[in-house]
């Protein structure tokens, strides 16, 4: 599938779009999931217009797990949280939404959590959830 360059990451790296920002560097964005599945739930893309993982070459694909080990961490840190899951949905018959290939960093265990992309946060909560991981990579 080609890639469409008017899905909603495209427009939020092109700065058509808002997002609440935890991390940039040349090659990946993070910010905050705008429909948590818990608080501080998080999502990291790469910059590159991959609609799934298999749109990746090795090298991106490498560099992008290291920045989910960066932001997971900072995520576990600044929510307290005893554990982390990690998920990435790779097509519309796997559940993925939005067709820009990124992980989700879930402080929470996915059996607990909210559905997924169910219910927009209170941007309140969101805005102090990004405050405290900017504070842990910061940013
Ligand atoms: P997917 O279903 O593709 O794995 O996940 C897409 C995620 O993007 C969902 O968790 C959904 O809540 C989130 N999302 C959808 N639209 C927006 C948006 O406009 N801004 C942000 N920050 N997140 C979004």
Do not use: W
């Amino acid at each position: 599938m080609s890639y469409d360059n008017e899905n909603i990451f495209a427009k939020i790296l092109r700065g058509e779009l808002p997002c609440l920002k935890v991390y940039e560097d040349d090659q990946t964005l993070a910010f905050m999931d705008i429909m948590p599945q818990a608080t501080g739930h998080t999502l990291v893309i790469p910059k590159s217009p991959a609609t799934t993982i298999f749109d990746l070459n090795a090298a991106a694909a490498a560099d992008l797990i290291v920045k989910v080990q960066l932001v997971a961490k900072a995520v576990k840190t600044a929510m307290n949280a005893d554990g982390i899951t990690l998920f990435q949905l790779n097509g519309e018959s796997a559940g993925q939404t939005v067709p820009h290939m990124h992980f989700h960093v879930l402080p929470a265990s996915i059996a607990t959590a909210r559905a997924h992309a169910s219910e927009m946060a209170d941007p309140k909560e969101l805005e102090s959830a990004a405050k405290l991981i900017r504070a842990q990579l910061k940013i």
